[in-house]
């Protein structure tokens, strides 16, 4: 399944389970590095829109604790003259301030005095990187959303987030009776459905234009045999926040220390492409003038920047510039920016423009989709 898919699938489970009470407990599973974190967060934020409440989102780390957090702590208390043992609130359980409360499509953090949201996403992550003695409690959590005393209310639902054992991150072997538990989803790498949230995110454009140019080194399906650092669509993004920030020497260490030396190296060579190519100004000042890259790797990154900085009022002059590239690139750069401004098919220049490039409209997918 696909990223996209993924999410889509947190989002009917979660709605199904606030309109029918039905719930349904998901395992994603994926390379590192793919994003199965962060389609729980983002469809937390979604669903508050679609649902029109709050939504609470609660990450834990199933690998970071003991058996006895997954339950609660035990208390001795003396009840009718006689001890007992009394657990404590379970700590993914909502309220007290615990994780985060998306509203109107806005994840904040929660505070002590929130009112406690009528549904909401518990993440297991890194699920069976977790110990045997850890999982066996949350196996109950799984398949009934509660352990002990502690349960969830109605309309929260639990989804998983684990590796691979071939990825070498410390997965430990499946459970059988874990397996009948949940519903298990295989995340593939799938450059379309990351490049389509890296633009909505406004990830830095020449970070999407290198993956869509290289993607066999963002989203190969194996990780490296030897250890070190390497490159997955996550630590792409997070060197591309320093694109900029330092002088290009101190760059190629620190995006090494990120992505690995030989991703790094050719990110970098890639950077320094885009450093020779046009500006937006210049192509907006001179669409039919302004020359058109040659090599296919500069055409990437101009049809990526055009896309990242492309508005309503100038999308008309700058896909006249775009319809110059093969036919390739101008789709991309079509999908791109509909991503980022779904509101260009309001612009009335460019509405012409898209009834007579309909073809391109057609096979950059976007018949059908909102705004368009």
């Known amino acids: ?50 649902l029109k409440c709050a939504v609470a989102y609660i990450p834990f780390f199933l690998s970071t604790v003991e058996p006895p957090d997954v339950r609660g702590y035990g208390i001795p208390v003396v009840i009718e003259g006689e001890q007992r043992m009394v657990y404590t609130k379970a700590p993914w359980m909502p309220g007290g301030g615990l994780g985060y409360i998306a509203e109107n499509g806005v994840l904040r953090r929660a505070t002590a005095i929130d009112k406690i949201p009528p549904c909401g996403i518990v993440c297991l992550d890194e699920f069976r990187q977790a110990g045997l003695d850890t999982q066996k409690p949350a196996a109950e959590l799984l398949l009934n959303r509660k352990v002990g005393e502690s349960h969830l209310p109605n309309g929260y639902i639990v989804t998983a987030c684990s590796n691979r054992e071939s990825d070498r991150s410390g997965v430990q072997r499946e459970l059988m009776f874990v397996t009948n538990r949940r519903m298990l989803i295989r995340i593939e790498p799938n450059l379309d459905a990351w490049a389509d949230w890296a633009e909505k995110e406004d990830i830095h454009p020449l970070a999407i234009a290198f993956a869509k140019h290289k993607p066999h080194v963002v989203f190969a399906d194996t990780v490296p045999e030897k250890s070190g650092p390497f490159c997955t669509p996550r630590s792409l993004v997070m060197a591309s926040h320093l694109i900029g920030e330092m002088d290009m020497e101190d760059y190629v260490e620190c995006a090494g220390g990120l992505i690995g030396m030989g991703a790094a190296a050719e990110f970098v060579a890639f950077l320094r492409v885009a450093e020779q190519l046009p500006s937006y100004e210049e192509i907006i000042k001179d669409p039919k003038g302004t020359p058109i890259p040659t090599r296919p ?9 055009v896309a990242h900085r492309v508005d309503v009022k100038t999308a008309f002059i700058a896909f006249t510039y775009l319809s110059r590239m093969q036919k390739e690139f101008q789709v991309a750069g079509l999908r791109a920016a509909f991503n980022r401004v779904p509101q260009l098919v ?16 057609m096979a950059a997918n976007l018949i059908g989709k909102k705004g368009a």
């Open 1 to 50: 399944m696909k990223i996209n898919q993924a999410k889509a699938l947190i989002k009917s489970t979660l709605r199904r389970a606030v309109e029918k009470n039905i719930h349904i407990a998901v395992e994603f599973e994926s390379g590192p590095g793919m994003g199965k974190s962060a389609i729980n967060s983002q469809a937390a934020c979604e669903s508050s829109v679609l």
């Open 346 to 361: 309001m612009s009335q220049d460019f509405a012409g423009w898209l009834r007579d490039n309909k073809s391109l409209v």
């Open 297 to 305: 790797d500069a055409c990437y990154a101009a049809m990526q920047m």
